[in-house]
């Protein structure tokens, strides 16, 4: 399990969540109750993250991933 933080575009402030392992961008993107069409993205990376891609691979404990809705 890791924490991460959660910022979306055009808000004010952070929330912080804890993503399981193996849980998805798509699988993120629904619990949060998010458009599949949103983005996310990570500072690291230029582009979107892909739907099928696996958060704990990607991520870093507390990196922050930013929302494009």
């Known amino acids: 399990m890791k924490w991460i933080y959660i910022q979306v575009k055009g808000w004010h402030g952070l929330g912080a969540i804890m993503i399981p ?32 891609a696996r958060l704990d691979e990607l991520l870093d404990e507390f990196d922050t991933v930013y929302i494009e809705p």
């Open 21 to 52: 392992p193996g849980l998805t961008v798509s699988e993120l993107k629904l619990l949060l109750g998010l458009d599949l069409g949103s983005n996310l993205l990570v500072p690291a990376s230029f582009f979107p993250l892909p739907g099928g």
